[in-house]
T-cell receptor
Framework: AQTVTQSQPEMSVQEAETVTLSCTYD???????LFWYKQPPSRQMILVIR??????QNATENRFSVNFQKAAKSFSLKISDSQLGDAAMYFC??????????????FGTGTRLQVFP | GAGVSQTPSNKVTEKGKYVELRCDPI?????LYWYRQSLGQGPEFLIY????????DSGLPNDRFFAVRPEGSVSTLKIQRTERGDSAVYLC???????????FGPGTRLTVL
């Protein structure tokens, strides 16, 4: 079974600085997807960034980028130029890409990010 | 159109009661997922619908939990004989097709007294 581990329960960063959130996962599959979701106090999970395992190039979305290390099974999220609105819980998630899978997301336990002015 | 909506936003019930939680997916989305998020944890998968049928219900914790999606759109999660351990946020997500990105609703916070 696949697992996702986020070893940092809490992180903090000053506004305009850069912060990196860690995520590792365990799988025997070769084809899969990885995601970072943001969950503000409103509870709604918002997709931040998505990475296909078959792509070597790291995904980037504006101030958000990932460092995907397939061999090490590591998928960290870098937030540049942090803003107060980035404060939230961040969840790393895994999804199989096989033909007969159900596409359910497997989540880590989350990292709470605080942003200080 | 609008995003995924869930009602009620909050539900407080007594132990042993029956509850229904509703999810309205994004129009046209064929895949629908239910997850449960306990305090301090990440969401855990409960059940997945493709159209009207439950394609995977392996995450339902026991037979007190049941979900339906009779017309392939709105889904209802039903919990019988609620227990205090059922207290959690229940999240619904939908996607256009199963392999697409899942979009989440705001969740229903269920509290069982």
């Amino acid at each position: 079974a696949q697992t996702v581990t986020q070893s940092q329960p809490e992180m903090s960063v000053q506004e305009a600085e850069t912060v990196t959130l860690s995520c590792t996962y365990d799988t025997s599959e070769s084809d899969y997807y990885l995601f970072w979701y943001k969950q503000p106090p409103s509870r709604q999970m918002i997709l931040v960034i998505r990475q296909e395992a078959y792509k070597q190039q790291n995904a980037t979305e504006n101030r958000f980028s990932v460092n995907f290390q397939k061999a090490a099974k590591s998928f960290s999220l870098k937030i540049s130029d942090s803003q107060l609105g980035d404060a939230a819980m961040y969840f790393c998630a895994y999804r199989s890409a096989g033909l007969y899978n159900t596409d359910k997301l497997i989540f880590g336990t989350g990292t709470r990010l605080q942003v200080f002015p | 159109g609008a995003g995924v909506s869930q009602t009620p936003s909050n539900k407080v019930t007594e132990k042993g009661k029956y509850v229904e939680l509703r999810c309205d997916p994004i129009s046209g989305h064929t895949a629908l997922y239910w997850y449960r998020q306990s305090l301090g944890q990440g969401p855990e998968f409960l059940i997945y619908f493709q159209g009207t049928g439950a394609a995977d219900d392996s995450g339902l914790p026991n037979d007190r939990f049941f979900a339906v999606r009779p017309e392939g759109s709105v889904s209802t999660l039903k919990i019988q004989r609620t227990e205090r351990g059922d207290s959690a946020v229940y999240l619904c997500a939908s996607s256009e097709v199963a392999i697409d990105t899942q979009y989440f609703g705001p969740g229903t916070r269920l509290t069982v007294l």
